[in-house]
């Protein structure tokens, strides 16, 4: 019999709180007792430099989606996109500039001048509106106004 890893693959626009999510999710499960690992691909530069025909690197679609899935051919993959306004993402990403938020290591908006977050985000805005038509075969969660453990809980309710 078969055995697959189960793998929850986290992604949305930045500010959408894919990060900040993603390691509570990894530190509450741990602390629960099963074996886990957390990647974030920001951090340890995969897709870096970005690929010519996808710089910002987002599921766009369900090809691009199981393109992702057949790179991890021993994985299940639960795929959830997490969502947020445009005030949210820029509520956010201000936040992230001025040292607010999870201390992401590298984070390329800590401490950038208000215009270059305020035209993240737009991009970030921009990046969701693109996925929100995209809708590709995901499990969507609205982060507008959750804490990062509610965020938490709607995923575990979604995803078991």
Request: proline fraction near 9%.
């Amino acid at each position: 019999m078969e055995t697959r890893v189960p793998v929850l693959w986290i992604s949305g626009p930045p500010g959408a709180g894919k990060s900040t999510v993603s390691w509570q999710l990894f530190t509450d499960l741990a602390r629960a007792g099963p074996h886990v690992a957390f990647a974030d691909t920001d951090q340890f530069c995969m897709c870096y430099p970005a690929p010519p025909g996808d710089p910002d690197r987002p599921i766009e679609s369900d090809e691009a989606l199981r393109t992702y899935v057949r790179a991890l051919p021993a994985a299940r993959v639960i795929a959830v996109r997490l969502h947020a306004g445009r005030a949210e993402l820029t509520r956010r990403i201000m936040t992230r500039g001025a040292g607010g938020g999870w201390p992401q290591p590298g984070d390329p908006l800590r401490g950038q001048p208000r215009e270059v977050l305020l035209r993240a985000a737009g991009r970030a805005a921009t990046e969701a509106r693109v996925l929100e038509r995209a809708a590709a075969g995901m499990v969507r969660i609205d982060t507008d106004g959750l804490t990062v453990t509610a965020a938490v809980d709607a995923i575990a309710a979604v995803v078991g």
